[in-house]
């Protein structure tokens, strides 16, 4: 039985790491896209070579944000769809299975750390980040409804309210496994959900005095591709504390 399990997880590991490099393997074969993609690169390549300097993270994010998928939004707008990430998955689906070479944790940590490596791999695939010309939204390509399980209206919040947003742990986005979490506080959800949660501490006056700013906190997994969402955050202009 337990070996059967232990077949399961390597299993699933090995489809996470095969569907997260997939695009290095195959290339596009002809038709449009194959033209839109090599202009697109082109004009990538054009920008980062003869317009003025960049700072080496600025020609990242600006090649991420221009290879990005577009299409409409929940509102029809047009929107850009951050590439999925499976690393975060196959990082858990691999810890999970290292852990099952130890005594004890390969029973009580080990099963716990495949459960969310699953999860997270699931989730890659259901959850879709948006960023349209207005907002930023979180779509569950599973539900008819994407409303938000903890303060309710749509997972859907407009740049101009975002007061902090960060990437944890801090300085992981730009190295190669990318961070863990995602961060962002928000004013446009009404203010008595504010202290829900997380909330409680992050709006508490001690944070307030260290130059914190009131408003709803969210957290996710880092599924998409941060680097990519960085870039439009800071294109539409997100505020971010220092």
Known sequence: MYSAYKAVRLALLVLCLLVGSSK?????????????TTTT??????????GPSFHPKQQQHISSSLMATTGPSSTGDRATYVDPD???????????????TIPYLQLTIGPIVTLLGILFLVQTFRLKFVC??????LLNTSQESGENIVVGGANRWKYSSFVNYEFFPKGWIDQPQGPILVYFKETQTPSDQWNKGPG???????????GAKPGQVHFF??????????????????????
């Open 132 to 137: 349209d010309s207005t907002s930023f939204e």
């Open 41 to 50: 690169t082109t004009t990538t390549a054009k920008v980062l070579s003869s």
């Open 86 to 100: 499976f690393r975060l998955a196959g990082i858990f689906l691999s810890v999970g299975v290292l852990l099952d």
């Open 24 to 36: 290095a393997f195959l290339a596009p074969k002809g038709g449009p896209k194959t033209t839109t």
């Open 221 to 242: 997994p880092a599924l998409c591709n941060t680097q990519q969402l960085r870039a439009e955050w800071e294109r539409k202009g997100c505020k971010k504390l220092d």
């Open 200 to 210: 409680q501490s992050a709006n508490s006056n001690e944070a307030l005095s260290r």
